[in-house]
């Protein structure tokens, strides 16, 4: 797939979340209100900062760093998008389980949450939506098309 693809909306949210643990990370302590009809609020990512855990942020930080610029410069085809699929599968599902462990093993809508589905649907769209592979014989129909268009433009 060209740029524009779910896989990219997915690296545009790992850098958008760097930015956040990156230059503001007390923004993590904040919840989300959602206002009628729906009327939800969702707890922030943490209640208070983890004491003396700003290494460990920015660690995950720079982390979703290197998810952006991979998940947005990667081609994803048959074979890499099942194991970038499998990454993020792996990332969704640990988000969920600190989720689950903040809580005391309850369901509170948290923006862990969030963060999950994204990961699900970002490893949906890698695993079951890739390019097809590029073999010998594509390439070499996709050059003929080519001399083709530009013989047509002279």
Not at 82 to 111: E, T, Y
């Amino acid at each position: 797939m060209p740029h524009g693809d779910f896989s990219d909306i997915t690296s545009f949210f790992c850098a958008g979340l760097a930015g956040v643990i990156l230059l503001a990370p007390r923004l993590l302590t904040k919840s989300l209100s959602v206002p009628a009809p729906i009327d939800v609020t969702v707890a922030p990512f943490f209640d208070t900062l983890p004491e003396g855990g700003d290494a460990g942020l920015q660690f995950a930080g720079s982390l979703l760093l290197f998810l952006w610029l991979v998940l947005y410069s990667n081609r994803w085809n048959t074979v890499n998008g099942k194991g970038g699929g499998l990454g993020l599968l792996a990332v969704a599902a640990n988000c969920a389980s600190i989720s689950w462990k903040m809580d005391g093993g309850k369901f509170v809508p948290r923006m862990w949450h969030g963060v999950s589905i994204f990961f699900v649907l970002g490893a949906l769209h890698l695993m079951f939506n890739a390019n097809p592979m590029w073999t010998s014989a594509t390439l070499a129909v996709k050059e003929k098309e080519r001399a083709a268009r530009k013989a047509k433009k002279n």
